[in-house]
């Protein structure tokens, strides 16, 4: 015939240029190589584009199962198709990017481990279960590298919600008769899901390669791996604890991936210890435990010392101990706030420091006023805006009339009862005992094991000593350690506040994730203006001590947070990035500080050194509070209000 | 694609029915068909028991897809070699009515003499793109011609007649290659 030669020399001009270019000329640019250099993985970013929808689809199986479980926590790319689809850079094109990603995923242990292959039908109708199946047949000899799954709907109606949520508008196409389907209409697009089920690129046919899909998926493994990286080397030291944790959690609370991390309050178990053994006996890395001669330690002052700390009723309203600012699991200090809220809410202008350690500390307060932990007691005690109470007096009479401690001061004190003295003494006893040591810098320091410190903290010890210079204030000795030169400082932190040197706007951060730039005019309407603070200079009158302030102890930093005198800086990572721009400038500022030129790594290495110095008795101390009781209002003691008694409530 | 001008003309030769097929979802999937293959000989598919049929549709006017498929079957095909009597390529049209056997030798000839062209009555294709959920369409061009929209899949059944599985268009042949010599060593 004679059209059919005719058509076979136009048929050999068709497969000249298929063997060529593989498939066809205007077909998309999935079905070739791609025309244009992809940015370096990890160079870009994919911000979410919005919730990946659920639904129920039927498995290869035919078993229900809901889309998002079907992602099973990976990476995965979701394609919309019909199996009878006649359009080649259609449904088919997505099929043919998919198989090249597959025969990647044979060559990429971690493409095949990470992301997951979804071809949804929108025809539920024809594409039953057994259809679908049979395209997942189709990969039985493929290798078992990376998995690529055919799923169906029960119906139009279990379809719907999901095409809704996935924005793809399907038209059914008619024959003449309006009746009968003939095939669909659709705009092709595939989705690429991050497995916390958010859409993070939507490709269309003309972006729809294989290659630009893998350097997106590399991009996001990357990046979630380096956030996770932060992430856990954020929470590597609290670790060590098992303890000191806030009860609701909040580190990481800035990333998108944080989840809630409350404590059950009441799988919390507390375990007495014998605290004296500290005082005698001091954990490695430390230095034999001062205790003053008037007041030798003894387990019953220990005893009531503890409480004493966490009795409600020191307080002028019955409802404030030191433990609401000195948290044990907390780090004995309050990771949730910056500045301490005293009674009634009333603000208190510094950081509660910890009491860790504090009975190596030649000098209390942030700005050094007290000498001794006997003393210091009275502070918070008296101060207004702390525990509020009106008078010494009023403390002592109202322990005295308290039952519970009836006696116990004298079995204390040698017959001595309840006095200013002895009260300080007791509370002090147990503060002192408080000794936190044995890190894992200290088992590598002082105990000569090479395996307890990791090189990053290794690194980060040499920083220390070395290039960044912390040492020259926060001592380390041959023998012991106490991370403190025991003298103030001025950082400029403190100038900065005085001066209300502040940025424009101020990160908030209101949800996980989401971070707003609140403006500052904004931030003042519902904000307290800064509290007036010179640091030493309220002490010592002398201007030349303007803004300065004490140097806290390492141990058990990574703890402690947030930092500084005024809790403005959440992480030791601003820590580290404060000291290496060289504080703020100041005519005061201390000539020790002066930019350090830390790169990334040195950074990070001195974070991890930092928190290598977590105590190994850490939980011990936490559980032993635990244990304590709970000093409450109970009938038969004294009520705050007119003196009568408590009516038990 | 560019049609060449001469093509065109033969195609206004041609005129057919208008041809959409639909079908229920009740309709057993795969199967026993029965047509007429391109040496105008009856065809039943029991005819190929034991050996392993590659199934595909298309029409010998189709521009782009069916050239590229029925070359990715014949690649597959000269490949196989020493176990090429235990595989059987079908192309099975969709447009009976340009379609005459004759019509349907000569074309598939020009991939691979082993493959097997077969055609039927509209009724006839229409069944068997219905048990095997071909969807095809006929569209009216405004030259007088038509073209076919068709899926193009390719169906794999076994030795028994049973359809074991579907190839999306578009897979390489490399792919369809490694499943066909799977199957082969599956059944022995």
Redo the contacts between chains.
Sequence with gaps: ?H??L???I???A??IS??SA?????SAPG?GELGYTLPAIGSYSLPALGEAGNGTVLNGDGKQQSLHDLFNDRYALLAFIY??????NG???S??VF?KIKSAMKRDAELADRLKLISLSFDP??D?P??MK??A??F???GSAGEWQFITTASHQALQPILQSYNQVIQR?V??SGK????YSHVLRVFLIDPQKRIRNIYSVDFLHHDLIINDVKTLLMQAQNQGRLLKAALSLPESSKLSKPGDDKQGYEQESYVTRSLDLELRQGQAADLISFIEKPPLGLPPVPVPGNNPISREKIELGRKLFYDRRLSLNDTFSCAMCHVPEQGFTSNELAMAVGIEGRSVRRNSPTIYNSAYAALLFHDGREQTLEQQVWGPLLARNEMANPSIGYVLEKIRKIDDYEGSFEAAFDGRGVSMETLGMAIASYERALVSGSSPFDHWYYGDDKQALPASAQRGFELFVGKAGCVACHHIGDKHALFSDNALHNTGIGYRESMGIVPETQPVTVAPGVTLQIDRSVIEQVGEPAPTDVGLYEVTQNPNDRWKYKTPSLRNVALTAPYMHNGSFSTLREVVEFYDNGGVANELLDPLIRPLGLNESEKQDLVTFMQSLTGGNVDTLVADAFAAPVGDVGKGDPSWVHGTDVEVR | MVVPAKHVLFLLIFSALSITVTWANTEELGGEFSLTDHNNNPFELRQLQGKLVLLFFGYTYCPDICPTELANVAAVLNELDDQGDRVQGLFVSLDPGRDSPEVMRDYVHYFNKGLVGLTGSEDEVAQVARQYRVNYKRHEREDGGYSIDHSANLYLIDGKGKLTAVVPYGMPPKHILDLVRGLLAESG
Excluded: F
């Design positions: 015939m059209n059919v005719l058509r076979s136009w048929l050999a068709v497969l298929s063997a593989d498939l066809l000329s205007d079905y199996s009878t689809c006649s359009d080649v449904c088919p094109l099929s043919h198989y109708e024809v039953t057994e259809v049979l395209y047949n189709n039985r000899y493929a196409e024959d003449s009968a389907s003939v095939g």
